[in-house]
């Protein structure tokens, strides 16, 4: 049910609000369309390179995103029972990339999955490397867009009654079983929310991706490139061609899992 405004002040002041903070969002991106003709997007991208790396980054923000629910559906299970102890702690930790600078992400990263790094350096024999790989890109990613995949997932686990677990225990249901049948698809809207916004989150990612992934060039880190190179106009095209990729696949699964689960 709808409610009605009524009279005085309040109206103005919400509408008033409301319209600067989406100008704020929207202007800066609408300018970005009115600087770039289409003649200079279409010449962007006729770019073999522009392309190539459009397509790195949708294929490793998939394979990140896929990640993060994979190994976050069981952080955010825990952290919704609250069957440890710490819970705070845990949950700090979760949200701790959120408030860590990327560019700082990325050199913590480095000492990790560098080639002199805790993991880089004992892997890299196997042909497993993470400088200047795909592997990077995906670690890169996967840090900066798990606190979005398990706290989305925590927050739908958390909003189910957890008598229904009970229940099913009682009627002889393993644990395991339980959450598998009981849980996970009560909880499923919430899980591909935490997938598409992993997902999202992972393609625009730059700072962290640069440090330990420069090579093989991401979209972010090519507009950045561009920008270096040739100056704001041609970058501009760039931009608008990765903004509207990213921005008709986002709006492509998010209408399909809505389609999905309206049903």
Do not use: C
């Amino acid at each position: 049910m709808a409610l009605s405004w009524g009279r005085g002040p309040f109206p103005v002041v919400t509408w008033t609000l409301a319209g600067l903070l989406l100008a704020f969002i929207l202007v800066p991106l609408l300018r970005l369309g009115v600087a770039t003709t289409p003649a200079a997007l279409a010449a962007e991208a006729a770019q073999p390179d522009v392309l190539a790396s459009i397509a790195l980054t949708l294929k490793d923000a998939v394979i990140s995103a896929l990640l993060a629910v994979v190994f976050g559906v069981p952080l955010a299970y825990v952290l919704a029972r609250r069957i440890v102890r710490g819970r705070a702690i845990l949950q700090a930790a979760v949200d701790l990339p959120l408030a860590v600078p990327h560019t700082v992400a990325g050199i913590a990263l480095l000492f990790v999955f560098g080639r002199n790094g805790w993991l880089g350096a004992p892997l890299e024999p196997f042909g497993i490397a993470f400088y200047g790989t795909e592997w990077g890109i995906v670690a890169a990613m996967l840090f900066v867009s798990v606190p979005f995949a398990v706290n989305s997932v925590r927050d739908a686990i958390e909003s189910l009654d957890p008598q229904l677990d009970h229940a099913a225990r009682s009627l002889g249901a393993t644990p395991w079983h339980a959450f598998r049948r009981v849980t996970l698809p009560l909880a499923a809207r919430g899980i591909v929310t935490g997938a598409v916004l992993a997902y999202a989150r992972s393609i625009s990612e730059f700072g962290a991706v640069v440090i330990l992934a420069y090579f093989p060039m991401t979209a972010p880190v090519k507009v950045y490139e561009e920008y270096l190179q040739n100056g704001l106009d041609r970058s501009a095209a760039a931009a608008l061609l990765l903004l509207l990729v990213a921005l008709s696949t986002f709006v492509v699964v998010r209408v399909a899992a809505s389609g999905r689960f309206a049903r």
